[in-house]
T-cell receptor, first 114, second 113 residues
């Protein structure tokens, strides 16, 4: 299965600033996703990162707040913009190859906004 | 709408016990079911993937079963160890809907030495 490198692993940021999280997959994958996990909660899907086109966002998430890029099949970024303390969460990227295989997750980015 | 439920929400056992974690889903139309482990503040590690046509998968001390018709899966951990302490999540991959995963809320496992 694919291996995903995600960075940074953690960060403490000032409110009003932005943070960009990167994910690099070691093989070509069809689909990449971004999730948020708020403290004590399960995972919530933010968006599907589409190669070469705009991401597909889930209800409650908007591009202005969470811009996503996917320039090729192995790399994606998520930016958390104009951060507030409510954005403090773990952010995870995930990928799956073509077909009905399993999903692989990155190691997560633990974000604290102060 | 597919919903995934995990029972129990938390479990504390002494080292060496065999234990079972339960996962149920409301719609049997799934591609597969995957069990993950998550350590505090970390990402998800895939433990076992069961395709919809399979009944079980095994990896070391872990065994996962799938009964698609009844909407149930169990994760069996043999001879538990303190290093097994983590949150265990099950997720189903559903057709259509952009190939998304639907997650349960997880079971927090603590194995006491």
């Amino acid at each position: 299965s694919a291996v995903i490198s995600q960075k940074p692993s953690r960060d403490i940021c000032q409110r009003g600033t932005s943070l960009t999280i990167q994910c690099q997959v070691d093989s070509q994958v069809t689909m990449m996703f971004w999730y948020r996990q708020q403290p004590g909660q399960s995972l919530t899907l933010i968006a599907t990162a589409n190669q070469g086109s705009e991401a597909t966002y889930e209800s409650g998430f908007v591009i202005d707040k969470f811009p996503i890029s996917r320039p090729n099949l192995t790399f994606s970024t998520l930016t958390v913009s104009n951060m507030s303390p409510e954005d403090s969460s773990i952010y995870l990227c995930s990928a799956t190859p073509q077909g009905i295989g399993g999903y692989t997750f990155g190691s997560g980015t633990r974000l604290t906004v102060v | 709408k597919q919903e995934v439920t995990q029972i129990p929400a938390a479990l504390s056992v002494p080292e060496g016990e065999n234990l079972v974690l339960n996962c149920s889903f409301t719609d049997s139309a799934i591609y597969n079911l995957q069990w993950f482990r998550q350590d505090p503040g970390k990402g998800l590690t895939s433990l076992l993937l069961i395709q919809s046509s399979q009944r079980e998968q095994t990896s070391g001390r872990l065994n996962a079963s799938l009964d698609k018709s009844s909407g149930r899966s169990t994760l069996y951990i043999a001879a538990s160890q303190p290093g097994d302490s983590a949150t265990y999540l099950c997720a189903v991959r559903i057709p259509g809907n952009g190939n998304k995963l639907v997650f349960g809320a997880g079971t927090i496992l603590r194995v006491k030495s």
